[in-house]
């Protein structure tokens, strides 16, 4: 491939498309794109899902979901993951491909990950993205995103995609026609910052535009954010895509054109050059039509081989044709999920009674301890093998455990002939030591338009309080006096004020994947330490936040909330302790001395705040963070390079001041005020 | 207890009713009897199961369900089974009372087992029975009932209810109104036979009436049924029960009454004295009007009460209160699961590829494999701990494990956007040494009124043929050519006719019970030899039954069908080979000796048919049957005493043919046929 002599991607790319008639050339802007026997072009199918594995394709290594994984905030490891799953999408390509061309979730093109910022709790889909940060977001991102394109010099190992283009985040039964409103202060520093930051540091393949308008625009054929911002400004040279029904959207839903021909077109002008649905086989009537020409056809087509042919599926020499398909739920992959799932788990409370003893007898109750879909959330794959939390706490515990599934996960009120096991909970509960309550949620109860398992909103909380199924079941058990260790199973945040104030210790699991009940068995026994961090303040009451529909950014997150939070953004304990030393803040990096001074090895995530004491409409932003491994005593110096266009957005860097969040489980970000650089 | 001085429990009962009013009275003999605070009667919830294993309640073993335990023709392990069942219903119960009163499916009579005949395999409740044979079923159910029951001089364990009386097997849809049509043959040599062998045999200590009609009358107010047949003829001493709703069916569907209150009249004054259901608040009414005298209401209620007190509930010195709570799930009810299933395993095909080499590279395809609900089937309980099919080969296999779920179970037509997983199941099995084909049905496909997932019949089944999802990936499966072994996971006959042609080796599992995994992975890999037999004939196909609403026993079962079956009632295959020599028929019994003339130890079961060559109107009839677990080259004798009750029901027994069932693959019935007794 490196020969001079061969031809480049592009090339072939234009020479191939050069052959195709224009109604060719528009069906191969579809999703669907069908085979060109006559051309050698086999048919191709570009949606494919890796959210947190290689999705809907059957078997595959299923790791915690997206808001779990961005928990760890261990870069390293999400580069890890990614390369993992991008090796599986690979060998399964490399099977599908020999039935002669490849149809849904077969192809190359994963359409992740979701980098859309985790802007309000009662999003449904929040728990498909990394939290609500941007630079955390970013970061993850970019590590996704590298793990998943691969490094060679001359292929992509598989595609990824940044989606959704853009200031996407609920409300899911509006999507299709929703305006989200957002000024160019909200823009920049939240919703666009991510994308931006992923293009210039990973070089993402695509962008997969929104559903909804922005300020009016629909976002996949928006002239600003595409042709201004994403192109010109961003200097994002991959490919757009669409939303799956987002263009047919545009005339029927946004009703900003006349009909499908006119939607397909503006898209199409305005760059989003290829369509999940069906709005482009009205491609060559809009170019009969005089509404678009024939060259913007061409130009999107060969960029779209030109994809093709960088991922390597025209040529026999691909180097990742080799990837056989052994490398699918290998011992090394499962290992990884496992370590993903450990660091993505966050402690929010103990009071000493973690870890446990396995000879302790456990009450382990609730309607997520034995569930499935609560380790593989949502946008996954099928796992061989899984391990709930319940089957985890069995191999783990020498101890007798009961199990009660204690209610219904949402209905508080069961027929009067069906099984009623709130006493058998509690009867579990007397008779143990201690009581694992296993709540929360499950992505039936939060997900995507059509996720409406929950009888309210289309996959959207209508409260951040637990069901009222739960919150009786929990009554009942508080009220017995007896240790009680909250496992809150959850994409998101959940008003756990009341689970604070009774419960010995609370841990915040989100959806942990395949290994998910063997990685909260290492946590609670104490094989490993809690290190993760939340991505997510956990506000304290409904009443706290906006209109879920106000897309400003004014009293949401913890940059711009105003009030107290149970639990604020990048909380989480651990069951050693730390210190730092000679911390030192040069206005560019942090760096320091990380001491364990426990008597446990332990991970530790230093986040670094910037804030400027005289700015009062942010409390402070991220601005960096390393993840440390220490065994007990151990200490390590460290040196954190501050993200330059976190630092370049504050009016005034000489009044910086940083803070490096919660150690020995001070919530952060307020624990360690560093000394101006010139203190020390 | 066995103090003179002590009062029966019969005189407690009356002494207790005596302090009663009417309306006292009469609110007791509903199922959700409620409390007497001044004469100390705790409220009392009639309602539990315990079909295969405490349903409903919580965590309980998960034996096998009936059609599997039936399929095992042990009666003893079946009275084991039935001994743990109501071992951990009682020690449910024990702490359950603790509360002050039990609510439903807390308390200790239960509605088990279903001993009605299953007439025709559409039927979606026929796994809850012991197949197809009143013998089968009648000395299963006496050894399950018996150990329900318990051998205390003085109390029983739990009560066992005999149901549902009478003729009662779908259409579900039609059961509130259904008029069964039976002639005295097939009622007696057929639908009554089993009640009357376990009241015989076992005592149980209620009967439950049926939602049909029999003969126009409505079951649980039937002269005829109850008084004269039940009552009077077989001399049942206990308590009948209504199946749910089924008084208030009497005039709503049925409309032999006008209103609830004559419903409920004529219900108890045929004997019916307790109500599942609510239309027994109407009894005062019935008295105030006539209807029914205040001594019949006193006479029932007695009854009731005297139950109570012979199940100790009012006796702090019963001693089944000292069960404790640690028998559920226990050690040794797991493995008495596991051993049930791996008896009830039935192997129908076998070219020679079982047992499998563990070091095989295996694909294990379909949408049962992994699923939790075929190990369950209905009136379950819920299993702290499950083994699925696909996790106990996991478990087993040295070799590489490759699973795809291949298709919906039902669905053969998925949306464009959702997983088509056939091309992975055929790389799946391209890619290993062997196939095993994990199909069949589940307990929301074939069940209960309201149970009609399946979309078309509520609960039962339009057709003998599989899914037509599943018939195509089976299609495509076969196309490969490689070796198959297809395991059946279903309640009821399928139509495997294909299936038996093309594939290597089949087997029949039903619904396997928690341990249903291993189980499988026991009998595949052949750590155990296959010693299960059919308790149902595998008809060929649709074609070959009467009408589903025909209730004539005439072309059904292996007693009266004529065609071809395509397996025969008691069919089952082993790994060894055995032998019978030294046969002897001496009119009473059989006996001789078996040899286990292969390399492999395994139980056997021999069915004895009995025949009059003369009497072309049944084929034959099983009228014993004996398990013997023979090691390898080893023999034994064995003594078979027949059924009195089916030899005397041959009208000339001295030309009777006794025929020992099927040994080394040859179907049963017709194997060896046994000399005269006057012939030895």
Redesign the interface.
């Known amino acids: 491939m490196n020969s001079e002599t061969k031809l480049s991607h592009r090339e072939r790319a234009k020479a191939l498309v050069s052959q195709m008639t224009l109604a060719e050339k528009c069906a191969q802007m579809k999703y669907d794109a069908p085979a060109i026997p006559r051309l050698n072009v086999p048919e191709y199918n570009w949606?494919n899902e890796a959210l947190h594995g290689v999705a809907?394709?059957?078997?595959a290594t299923v790791f915690p979901q997206a808001i779990g994984m961005a928990a760890s905030f261990d870069t390293e490891l999400m580069h890890s993951v990614a390369a993992a799953i991008s090796d599986e999408m690979r060998a399964?390509y490399n099977?599908?491909r020999k039935?002669g061309g490849t149809?849904?979730?077969?192809g190359l093109t994963a359409w992740s990950p979701n980098i859309n910022i985790f802007r309000d709790p009662r999003w449904g889909r929040g728990h498909e993205t990394y939290g609500e940060d941007p630079y955390l977001t970013g970061s993850m991102g970019t590590a996704f995103i590298t793990g998943m394109q691969g490094d060679d010099p001359d292929y992509y190992k598989t595609d990824a995609t940044l989606k959704h283009y853009a200031v996407h985040s609920g409300p899911e039964d509006l999507r299709h026609g929703f305006d989200a409103e957002a000024d160019d202060t909200d823009l920049y520093e939240t919703y666009l910052w991510a994308f931006r930051y992923c293009i210039d540091h990973a070089h993402p393949a695509a962008v997969m535009g929104a559903y909804n308008r922005v300020n009016g625009e629909p976002s996949c054929a928006s002239p600003r954010l595409l042709q201004e911002i994403l192109y010109r400004e961003f200097k994002f040279d991959g490919y757009v895509l669409s939303d799956?029904g987002a263009i047919c959207d545009i005339n029927r839903s946004h009703h900003v054109t006349a009909n499908e021909a006119e939607s397909a077109a503006l898209a199409v002008n305005n760059g989003c050059i290829l369509n999940c649905g069906d709005a482009y086989k009205w491609l060559v009537t809009a170019v009969t039509a005089g509404m678009i020409s024939e060259e913007t056809i061409t130009a999107a087509v060969e960029k779209l081989f030109e994809t093709r042919f960088r991922l390597g599926m025209f040529d026999e020499d691909c180097p990742y044709n080799a990837i056989d398909?052994?490398v699918v739920e290998c011992r090394e992959h499962l290992a990884l999920s496992r370590k993903m799932a450990q660091e993505g788990i966050v402690l929010l409370k103990n009071d000493g009674i973690l870890p446990l003893q396995p000879d302790m007898n456990i009450a382990v109750i609730g309607p997520n301890a034995?569930d499935l879909s609560v380790l593989l959330g949502n946008y996954n794959g099928?796992p061989?093998?899984h391990t709930t939390i319940?089957?985890g706490i069995?191999k783990a515990a020498t101890g007798?455990?009961?199990?009660?599934?204690g209610c219904d996960i949402l209905n508080a009120n069961p027929g009067?002939?069906?099984?009623?096991?709130l006493?058998?909970a509690v009867?579990?509960a007397q008779?143990s030591d201690v009581i694992l309550l296993c709540m929360g949620l499950n992505p039936h109860l939060e997900g995507e338009q059509a996720d409406d398992f929950n009888g309210a909103l289309s996959g959207d909380k209508s409260t951040l309080d637990l069901p009222a199924s739960q919150l009786i079941l929990i009554n009942e058990i508080l009220q017995l006096g007896k240790p009680v260790v909250f496992l809150n199973i959850s994409g998101s945040c959940i008003n756990l004020s009341r689970v604070h104030q009774e419960c010995n210790a609370v841990l915040q699991v989100f959806y942990p994947g395949a290994e998910g009940g063997d990685a909260v068995a290492d946590i609670l026994f104490g094989k490993v330490s809690p290190s993760g961090r939340l991505p997510v303040t956990f506000y304290a009451a409904d009443g706290d936040l906006p209109a879920f529909t106000d897309y400003a950014m004014k009293d949401r997150t913890y940059k711009y909330f105003r009030k107290e939070p149970l639990y604020p953004f990048a909380h989480g304990l651990s069951y050693t302790t730390f210190s730092y030393e000679n911390l030192c803040f040069d206005g560019k990096s942090v760096s320091g001395l990380l001491r364990n001074t426990g008597s446990m090895d332990s991970g530790h995530v230093i986040p670094i705040f910037l804030k400027d004491p005289e700015d009062n409409t942010v409390n402070c932003r991220l601005a960096g963070y390393a993840r440390l491994e220490l065994k007990a005593g151990e200490s390590a110096r460290f040196h954190i390079p501050l993200c330059p266009e976190i630092v370049r957005r504050f009016s005034c860097p000489e009044r910086l001041t940083a803070l490096a969040g919660g150690v020995n489980g001070i919530p952060v970000p307020l624990s360690t005020r560093l000394p101006d650089a010139g203190t020390e």
Chains 1, 2 share one sequence.
Not at 400 to 405: A, D, E, G, I, N
């Open positions: 949606w809907r394709s059957g078997a399964k099977e599908y039935f149809r849904i979730y077969q799956c398909d052994q034995d099928t061989t093998k319940l089957e069995l007798k455990v009961r199990y009660s599934v009067r002939w069906d099984e009623h096991p006493r058998e009867i579990a008779k």
